[in-house]
């Protein structure tokens, strides 16, 4: 299936906003799991901390899969984007039902602090996975 001019402009510039928010939002939630971790009293440890700290990491290898292309950074890019965006859902639904459990996260009310990056951004990423070019662009056969 072909896609049409309109479609792939959006497409394309998803990849834009993808390779620069990625890396953004990668030292966004790792300086907020530091300084909670490191600087905030009373706070070390707990999940919050720990889970804006995961989710630092997966923002971090997200960005180097989308940005070294080949086919095995297709597959890690791809596998981070479905954690994350499991993570996200996960994590956004206990912080309403659970709150205390959770904590202050990344992810925290679906990424309200990060104005909901973290929750539209990578079904965003997996959508540009998937078009044809860009798996093309990454060394891997059309589907």
């Known amino acids: 299936m072909e896609l049409n001019a309109h479609s792939s402009v959006v497409l394309e510039a998803i ?4 390779a620069i928010s990625y890396p ?9 799991s530091v300084y909670q971790l490191f600087f905030k009293m009373g706070v070390a440890l707990e999940a919050g901390s720990l889970l804006s ?12 899969g989308l940005v070294f292309r080949r086919p095995w950074t ?10 994350e965006s499991l993570g996200t859902v996960l994590v956004g639904t206990l912080s309403i039902t659970a709150p205390d459990l959770v904590g202050r996260s990344v992810w925290r ?7 909901f990056f973290p929750l539209v951004q990578p079904f965003l990423g997996i959508a540009w996975l998937l078009w044809p070019r860009t798996r093309f662009l990454f060394g891997l056969p059309a589907v």
């Open 24 to 32: 953004l939002l990668a030292f966004s939630a790792a300086g907020r």
């Open 53 to 64: 700290a995961f989710a630092g990491l997966c923002y971090l290898l997200a960005a180097f």
């Open 109 to 115: 009310l679906y990424g309200v602090d990060f104005a």
């Open 74 to 83: 297709w597959f890690l890019s791809l596998t981070v984007l479905a954690v």
């Open 15 to 18: 990849g834009y906003i993808l």
